[in-house]
């Protein structure tokens, strides 16, 4: 099975670059290339892409803001010579952060986990499908089974993230985002920007804070009503 790719960059050089890589990666096959992000989202419209190489710095509208505008975005990996942008970048939940001149090697490893993720997505709703009450998640070169019941919390780090499960800590490059929408949303919730908990291994609510039995995990000023409610639902008791 082949990644569908679209290459965005307002420079020439770049996207030949880009394409020669592509082509000589077995699992990823380009289809479409754009030299700037109003072009890249007429063309989404249209078609369904599983990876996007985006620019950053581009004129009239910069990779980061064209990505903020996609409601469903598919996997996307940042290609910059500006390292500044690699923090934002990674608070978008992009896969991959590649700063120009890029080499083959640097390139192969950020596909591979592009390849990963989209693998573990695909089984993941699969799974779905025929109500499962567990998921597999690529650690190094394994595929861990991981129940729902046994999760206490998903903490993500940069561009991997680390499952909490009972007996047991696993890291994988997978994104949290990625991860929330293929968790059952009954079950988990998201309570930072980099947490996602398990709603049955709740302890307590202390003010900004979540009790786990061993652990606080930080609940977002935004997100605090939401959550509260989400916890409390109709099992608080009051006078």
Known sequence: MKLTCLI???????RKGLEEYVMEIDFLQLVAQCENPLKAASYLKEQSIDLIFLDIHMPKVSGIDFLKTLRNPPLVIFT????????????????????KPITFDRFLKATQKAYEVHQMKRLAAEQKEVHSDYFFVKC???YEKVNFNEVKYIEALQNYVVIHARGKKLITYLTLSG?????????????????????ASIKAIDGNEILMEDVRIPISRN????????????????R
């Open 179 to 199: 991860l929330e929408n293929q968790l059952p949303k009954e079950q988990f919730l998201k309570v930072h920007k980099s947490f996602l908990v398990s709603i």
């Open 80 to 99: 910059t010579a500006y390292s500044e942008y690699a923090l934002e970048g990674y608070s978008l939940d992009v896969i991959d952060y590649l700063m």
């Open 223 to 238: 997100l605090k009503e939401s959550v509260v409610n989400r916890i409390l639902g109709n099992n608080l008791f009051k």
């Open 140 to 142: 190094d070169s394994k």
């Open 8 to 14: 965005i960059d307002d420079e020439p050089v770049a």
